[in-house]
């Protein structure tokens, strides 16, 4: 009887020694949920749910108190509904698993994907964590002055942001004065789908006194940004090179495999310059680059490939460049150039890719590529824009003379 109440004691002296232990031993937490208690997030079986803050769930444990906020995955940077639709039309007929295996890395699938971590240490996100997938050819990084550099490892210089490098160039007027994208982007907006929660006149009042806003066809049929975007990104043709990751492909055409990637990527042309000019789905002329001029090979089995360079869509996007700076092109940038409509005369053009058996006359030829959430400019508009009346030759002596007053001013004492 006696070890059997010694036992018992040593057992009671046990568990309240793990008792203790438990009580004392620091939560995980920190940052704005410190003070939270597991089962606020993972519910009563901690075990059932590992995970509360992912798609898979809606965020169950994080939308109990943030009511509401699963609505971020129905909006565009979870859905993707562009891209899938895109690569369905294109990629699909060749590679099924094309979009799961190369499109998802920067897709929202956890509430912890913006808010860092293991979940134990959430924070607001910062603009670093949205640069992180807002980089390379879509939309973000151009804001501080990056733009992709090009593909070959000689270009992969300079001063490295967030692990990549990128070509130096001018930033947004708005990260000059030091705005975040969180100041146009609001969580709210992104929520109910709303590409921001700020349009330029909500904080900016033209001036009539400048001569482009005096022009009544400016104000009431363009997007500010088709004038106030000083420079975009853009890609002309982007092949996607399929090696299957095998080595008798890899060596046969002297390729260097990346990050153990089915495919091989390289661009034949990128730009750093005013974008082409199109029409959005508002009507009014916007700014627009290939959303991706895509072509296909299939490299696996050694041999000599059915067909080179298959072109399997030529799909456009009307878009806001995250460039905005207070001054604009000149006149001629737009009422004389038929380039930045896709109307380029084939005895002006530089790169013959029809020669090269690229499937197209030219990038800038709307023959045989469409706008995917608006048009080209067509051609009676394009008449309107380059009609040099009297009203256009007056502005334009106007324009100029403010340039040669300024340049007067500058160089008095």
């Known amino acids: 009887m006696r070890w059997i109440l010694v036992s018992i004691a040593l057992l009671l002296l046990s568990l309240n020694g793990a008792f203790a232990a ?13 003070e939270l208690a597991c089962a606020d997030c993972h519910g009563a079986d901690v075990a059932a749910s590992p995970r509360p803050s992912s798609l898979a769930t ?8 943030h009511v509401g906020y699963d609505q971020i995955f129905d909006q565009a940077m979870t859905t993707r509904l562009a891209e899938k639709q895109f690569v369905a039309d294109s990629f699909e007929a060749f590679d099924p698993q094309f979009f799961n295996n190369n499109c998802g890395s920067c897709h929202v699938s956890d509430c912890l994907d913006c ?58 007027l708005h990260a000059e004065l030091g705005m975040e994208c969180m ?63 095998e080595e008798e492909v890899l060596k ?6 990346k990050e153990q990637s089915e495919y091989l990527v390289s661009a034949y042309l990128r730009q750093q310059n005013a974008p082409p000019l199109g029409v959005n789905a508002t009507g009014r002329i916007s700014p627009i680059r290939p959303q991706f001029i895509a072509y296909y090979t299939d490299l696996r089995g050694g041999g000599t490939p059915a067909v080179e360079n298959r072109l ?62 608006g048009s080209f400019v067509d051609l009676p508009r394009y008449a309107l824009i380059t009609a040099k ?18 340049v007067d001013d500058s160089s008095r004492d």
């Open 22 to 34: 438990t009580e004392s031993r620091p939560s995980p937490l920190a940052g704005v949920h410190a």
């Open 389 to 406: 009346n009297v009203a256009y030759t007056k502005a334009y002596v106007a324009k100029w003379k403010t340039l040669v007053d300024r």
């Open 115 to 172: 808010h860092g971590g293991d979940g134990h240490r959430i924070a607001r996100a910062t603009q670093n964590q949205c640069l992180g997938c807002h980089k390379g050819y879509f939309v973000g990084r151009e804001y501080l002055g990056m733009a992709p550099r090009e593909d070959h490892p000689r270009y992969q210089r300079g001063a490295e942001f967030l692990g990549e490098t990128s070509l130096k160039m001018r930033p947004d």
């Open 312 to 373: 399997l869509k030529a799909e456009w996007k009307a878009f806001f460049p995250h460039t905005v700076r207070s001054g604009t092109v000149m006149c001629d940038n737009c009422h004389d150039n038929r380039r930045r409509y896709l109307m380029e005369k084939e005895e002006e053009r530089i790169y013959r890719i029809d020669l090269d058996g690229l499937g197209l006359s030219s990038f800038w030829s709307q023959a045989g590529q469409r706008v995917s959430n």
């Open 252 to 257: 046969r055409y002297r390729l260097q495999a």
């Open 183 to 245: 100041d146009c982007h609001s969580m709210q907006s992104l929520l109910h789908g709303q590409k921001a929660s700020r349009d330029c006149v909500d904080c900016h009042q033209p001036d009539p006194q400048v001569i482009e806003h005096g022009i009544a066809a400016h104000m009431t049929g363009m997007e500010c940004y088709a004038c106030h975007a000083a420079w975009a990104p853009q890609e002309y043709g982007t092949f996607y090179l399929r090696t299957g990751r």
């Open 58 to 65: 809606r965020a169950d444990g994080c939308t109990g108190c």
